[in-house]
T-cell receptor, first 114, second 109 residues
């Protein structure tokens, strides 16, 4: 079974531009999570989508947004890029059963803002 | 607020020695705790979750609610255990996972 996939692997943008990152969850998973792993800050929760709706977001400004499509894939948009947005962005998916909410991670997209 | 603390950034032990990676958490509700591992050039992958109480690759972790800890243990370290280990706290998905800063485990031959 294929795992979570993300594209692109690397993305280079300049300050002020917009970035779009994509994620395909494991087949059958309906929840998608986005995390930012910035140097020195660790993994921080960004956004959670489930059944096409944004369910919760972490402590990030509104220029971080996204959506989930009917096939449960998701994209993360970062507007008005700032230098400190440079980070590894991880996507995770889960099958939200009643027992647990185990998340499975993709390989990440490395965003560099120049 | 949820918080996960991994006090050791780096832990170096010799092959065959016991390993304990510490994790303490702060959470007011009923916690779901996980250990994730990231081997060199690989993606983050689930190692253990407290709810299943299983042993993976010889690692175990017991949730101690009194001490709010979820330490990861292995009696005899192997060189292939060298990796970054992250402790993570979930609260039912509402806030995503809260991760500790990670512990870099190095197993010396």
């Amino acid at each position: 079974e294929a795992g979570v996939t993300q594209s692109p692997t690397h993305l280079i943008k300049t300050r002020g531009q917009q970035a779009t990152l994509r994620c395909s969850p494991i087949s059958g998973h309906t929840s998608v999570y986005w995390y930012q792993q910035a140097l020195g800050l660790g993994l921080q929760f960004l956004l959670w989508y489930d059944e096409g709706e944004e369910r919760n977001r972490g402590n990030f400004p509104p220029r971080f947004s996204g959506r989930q499509f009917p096939n449960y894939s998701s994209e993360l948009n970062v507007n008005a890029l700032e230098l400190e947005d440079s980070a590894l962005y991880l996507c995770a998916s889960s099958l939200r059963d009643y027992l647990t909410d185990t998340q499975y991670f993709g390989p990440g997209t490395r965003l560099t803002v120049l | 607020a949820q918080r996960v603390t991994q006090p050791e950034k780096l832990l170096s032990v010799f092959k065959g020695a016991p390993v304990e990676l510490k994790c303490n958490y702060s959470y007011s509700g009923s916690p779901e705790l996980f250990w994730y591992v990231q081997y060199s050039r690989q993606r983050l992958q689930l190692l253990l979750r407290h709810i299943s109480r299983e042993s993976i690759k010889g690692f175990t972790a017991d949730l101690n609610k009194g001490e709010t800890s979820f330490h990861l243990k292995k009696p005899f370290a192997q060189e292939e255990d060298s990796a970054m280990y992250y402790c993570a706290l979930g609260g039912g998905g509402a806030d995503g996972l809260t991760f500790g800063k990670g512990t870099h485990l190095i197993i010396q031959p």
